[in-house]
């Protein structure tokens, strides 16, 4: 059975930082893209960063600079490092998996986590 889970995720001050952690089993992790999208109330879902099997990184151009992706295969955990946060970047953050190459779009991830809240305050 696969399963994501978010950690990591809470209220922080514009300028602030956060690093969001993703566990995930049931699969051949070092074989997985894993993506990190967000959804705000009343909008889509929508990508923010994604790493590939190869380590090759992919950012929205709304957090370039600011956001770093990561992983460790040995520990079956993917990160976001999100740094100046701003207002805007407040969502429900998700992780999400796929094999090997990293997309942008959500529909192409079969595998999701529940979601963790970031709140970034003015």
């Known amino acids: 059975q696969v399963q994501l889970v978010e950690s990591g995720g809470g209220l922080v001050q514009a300028g602030g930082s956060l690093r969001l952690s993703c566990a995930a089993s049931?699969?051949?992790?070092?074989?997985?893209?894993l993506g990190w999208f967000r959804q705000a109330p009343g909008k889509e879902r929508e990508f923010v960063a994604a790493?590939?099997?190869?380590?090759?990184?992919h950012y929205a151009d709304s957090v370039k600079g600011r956001f770093t992706i990561s992983r460790d295969n040995a520990k079956n955990t993917a990160n976001l490092q999100m740094s100046s946060l701003k207002p805007e970047d407040t969502a429900v953050y998700y992780c999400?998996?796929?094999?090997?190459?990293?997309?942008?779009?959500?529909?192409?991830?079969?595998?999701w986590g529940q979601g963790t809240q970031v709140t970034v305050s003015s």
């Open positions: 049931g699969r051949t992790f070092s074989s997985d893209a």
């Open positions: 999400a998996a796929r094999s090997w190459t990293a997309r942008t779009s959500p529909n192409e991830y079969p595998y």
């Open positions: 790493i590939d099997f190869r380590r090759d990184m």
